[in-house]
Nanobody, 120 residues
Framework: QVQVVESGGGLVQAGGSLRLSCAAS????????MGWFRQVPAKERELVAA???????EYLDSVKGRFTISRDNTENTVYLQMNTLKPEDTAVYYC??????????????WGQGTQVTVSS
C-alpha cells in the first residue's frame, strides 16, 4: 500500500507557473504508475498527466506543451510543473497511484488534493 500527499497548490495569475509535488510512502514507489487528476465542482475528475513505472507519459490535450510530469524514484516523489497557467486550469488537483504499467484504468491510492486557483 502507498500513501500520497500533495503540496504546492496556491493562487497565481494567468500566465504564471506552479509546481505541484506528491510525496509517496512505501518502498515500492518505483513500481507504481502515478497520475495527476483535477476536478472542479459539478464536473467529472479528469486525468491531467500520468507517468508509468516504465517512464511512459501521457497528458490531457489541453495541457500539452504547458505541463510537465516527472518522477524521482530516489525521493519517492512525482511532480507536475505547470506553466502558462490559464483560469480554466483552476481546480483541485489530486495525486494518485496505481499498480501496473498502464496509465489507464483505476487508480487505487489518492491524496487529499491541493487547490490551484488561476486568476485572470
Amino acid at each position: 500500500q502507498v500513501q500520497v500527499v500533495e503540496s504546492g497548490g496556491g493562487l497565481v495569475q494567468a500566465g504564471g507557473s506552479l509546481r505541484l509535488s506528491c510525496a509517496a510512502s512505501g518502498r515500492t514507489f518505483s513500481s507504481y504508475t502515478m497520475g495527476w487528476f483535477r476536478q472542479v465542482p459539478a464536473k467529472e475528475r479528469e486525468l491531467v498527466a500520468a507517468i508509468s513505472r516504465s517512464g511512459y507519459i501521457e497528458y490531457l490535450d489541453s495541457v500539452k506543451g504547458r505541463f510537465t510530469i516527472s518522477r524521482d524514484n530516489t525521493e519517492n516523489t512525482v511532480y507536475l510543473q505547470m506553466n502558462t497557467l490559464k483560469p480554466e486550469d483552476t481546480a483541485v488537483y489530486y495525486c494518485a497511484a496505481k499498480i501496473g504499467v498502464s496509465t489507464k484504468g483505476r487508480y487505487e491510492y489518492w491524496g487529499q488534493g491541493t487547490q490551484v486557483t488561476v486568476s485572470s
